[in-house]
């Protein structure tokens, strides 16, 4: 087995496990919350939301670090620095008396939540850009599996071992990614290309606001995010309005899987068809299958007609993150391509802030069926903003780095 073959396996169960444990908490979040006082319901509401939101925070300043880091000195160190600092926040999880401190270790858990950014960019690193696209894809099932499974195994510990157990349980999961990466993973060090040197992140910032494709990507991805995240936190609401049924968690969760189910499945298949026919045309057509498949979800009568339009939105969904990867992986310099990564995944953690908060604003004013017309809009723009971007001459991101380097000299 070759070592990029080797690595790649690793880091697909690697990202399974930390997808997992990041996802394992969400389902007791504010059951374990109510277990440090005698709060009011509107106390819970409000802390839950605040922690829930305080890892996305601080993981949206620190992506681009830990890329630039990580370019600097290999994804290796990276990783394992993540995967133990993960650990050790899950672990005190356990053992915390106040909502403040829970609070604050959710912030730096969010520092630390740099280990499946880093993995994407390190694995890209050692793809051929020509399969970018099928092997992002098929890396992306990790996480996606991790997802899917994380609430549900993080409910079913809760309710055996309790508490306290289940964050003790998770850490030792990530520990065992995190161990996975000393002793099975092998970085093949990249040679430089002749006349390659550091940019400064002034440089680079700049750079990619004058790179009209990779700025543009940049949008999409959270446009894409807010689109996924702005119906998460109403799903069981709406659920328990199409149903009579006393189980609406269970069907909630059955709702919410059947998107990350046509996600896991058609991932890969997206990503190959990308390496093909060409990113821009798949990203321009997942979104607008995006759009066809989440409009409806506002008309639905019955939990049926829910579930399965959410199963196909997912398959649409399902190639948008490795699709943008890849393009990113095409466009960036090997010696910026960490950071580039950090800076995609800071604007998917945007993405991530916003989404519920723009579902609820909008629910509260115009109700929870408008979440879906609003969100397909959102679909509708970001296709608008690639159309128009292929219509642009070609840049070369590298020589928009040289030219704002050059820029920056003579200013200076």
């Known amino acids: 087995m070759s070592v990029q073959k080797?690595?790649?396996?690793?880091?697909?169960?690697?990202?399974?496990?930390?997808?997992?444990?990041?996802?394992?908490?969400?389902?007791?979040?504010?059951?374990?919350?109510?277990?440090?006082?005698?709060?009011?319901?509107?106390?819970?509401?409000?802390?839950?939301?605040?922690?829930?939101?305080?890892?996305?925070?601080?993981?949206?300043?620190?992506?681009?670090?830990?890329?630039?880091?990580?370019?600097?000195?290999?994804?290796?160190?990276?990783?394992?620095?993540?995967?133990?600092?993960?650990?050790?926040?899950?672990?005190?999880?356990?053992?915390?008396?106040?909502?403040?401190?829970?609070?604050?270790?959710?912030?730096?858990?969010?520092?630390?939540?740099?280990?499946?950014?880093?993995?994407?960019?390190?694995?890209?690193?050692?793809?051929?850009?020509?399969?970018?696209?099928?092997?992002?894809?098929?890396?992306?099932?990790?996480?996606?599996?991790?997802?899917?499974?994380?609430?549900?195994?993080?409910?079913?510990?809760?309710?055996?071992?309790?508490?306290?157990?289940?964050?003790?349980?998770?850490?030792?999961?990530?520990?065992?990614?995190?161990?996975?990466?000393?002793?099975?993973?092998?970085?093949?060090?990249?040679?430089?290309?002749?006349?390659?040197?550091?940019?400064?992140r002034k440089t680079i910032i700049s750079g990619i606001f004058h790179h009209r494709l990779i700025l543009n990507v940049l949008m999409i991805t959270s446009l894409i995010q807010i689109g996924l995240f702005s119906i998460q936190p109403l799903l069981s609401l709406y659920v328990s309005h199409l149903t009579n049924s006393n189980e609406v968690a269970l069907l909630a969760g059955i709702t919410f899987s059947a998107t990350g189910v046509g996600n896991l499945l058609f991932a890969r298949t997206w990503g190959k068809l990308g390496d093909s026919i060409g990113y821009e045309k798949i990203l321009s057509t997942l979104l607008v299958l995006a759009f066809i498949f989440i409009v409806p979800q506002a008309l639905v009568t019955d939990l049926w007609q829910l579930i399965v339009l959410r199963f196909l939105f997912g398959i649409a969904a399902g190639g948008l993150i490795p699709i943008t990867t890849a393009l990113i992986r095409r466009e960036a310099p090997i010696e910026v391509q960490g950071e580039l990564m950090g800076y995609n995944t800071s604007f998917r953690f945007l993405g991530n802030i916003i989404g519920p908060m723009f579902g609820g604003f909008i629910s509260g004013f115009i109700g929870i069926s408008s979440v879906f017309f609003v969100t397909g809009a959102l679909f509708l723009i970001a296709f608008l903003v690639i159309y128009f971007a292929r219509k642009k001459p070609l840049q070369d991101f590298e020589e928009v780095l040289l030219e704002e380097e050059l820029h920056e000299k003579v200013s200076s």
């Open 6 to 200: 080797r690595n790649f396996i690793i880091m697909w169960f690697s990202n399974f496990l930390v997808a997992g444990t990041m996802t394992m908490i969400m389902p007791f979040l504010s059951l374990y919350i109510k277990t440090m006082g005698d709060f009011s319901d509107a106390y819970v509401q409000k802390w839950s939301g605040l922690v829930f939101g305080a890892t996305f925070v601080s993981a949206f300043i620190m992506s681009p670090i830990w890329g630039r880091i990580a370019d600097k000195y290999g994804y290796k160190p990276i990783l394992i620095i993540n995967g133990f600092g993960i650990a050790t926040s899950v672990f005190l999880m356990g053992f915390v008396h106040s909502v403040e401190a829970f609070f604050v270790l959710r912030l730096f858990m969010g520092v630390v939540t740099g280990f499946i950014p880093t993995s994407l960019a390190f694995i890209s690193s050692q793809t051929p850009k020509k399969i970018a696209g099928k092997t992002m894809g098929t890396l992306q099932m990790g996480s996606v599996s991790g997802t899917l499974f994380g609430p549900v195994f993080g409910g079913f510990l809760a309710d055996t071992f309790g508490f306290q157990y289940t964050f003790v349980i998770t850490s030792c999961a990530v520990s065992a990614a995190a161990l996975l990466v000393i002793f099975g993973i092998h970085e093949v060090k990249k040679a430089k290309a002749k006349g390659a040197h550091e940019y400064t």
